[in-house]
């Protein structure tokens, strides 16, 4: 699985945000997640305590085209400063094997309606 992967989001505040993350396999192929489950959270910053950060809704969105799928609300995203954030998503087998899919940061944009 390619585990070095490092991607930028940016979400309006107040505005939806839904991002599809393709997984694949050192070689590039797709990895079939079936039998996965996925989990994301974001925090101010590495020295934020694991305990403060606040989790994204993360999904297997296509366990056979190996997309896994993360979103905001909204009222979620009208609660953030405008400020950048750092986050990961990670994905765990039925064998509880957890591997992080990607890391980056997310980064705010303040919106007014």
């Known amino acids: 699985m390619a585990a070095d992967t490092s991607v ?3 979400v309006n505040q107040k505005a939806s945000l839904e991002v599809t993350f393709s997984v694949k396999t050192a070689n590039g192929a797709v990895l079939n997640l079936t039998n996965y489950t996925a989990a ?10 694991d305990s403060q950060a606040l989790p994204f809704t993360a999904s297997i969105a296509n366990a056979v ?7 905001l609300t909204p009222t979620q995203t009208a609660n953030l400063k405008n400020a ?11 064998n509880d094997f957890k591997t992080r899919i990607v890391e980056g940061f997310l980064k ?5 309606t």
Do not use: L
């Open 40 to 49: 994301a959270k974001y925090k101010t910053d590495f020295q934020t305590p």
């Open 108 to 112: 705010v944009s303040a919106g007014v």
């Open 65 to 71: 085209n190996g997309e896994v799928m993360i979103s």
């Open 8 to 10: 930028d989001i940016i």
């Open 84 to 94: 950048r954030y750092v986050y990961d998503v990670t994905i765990t087998d039925d």
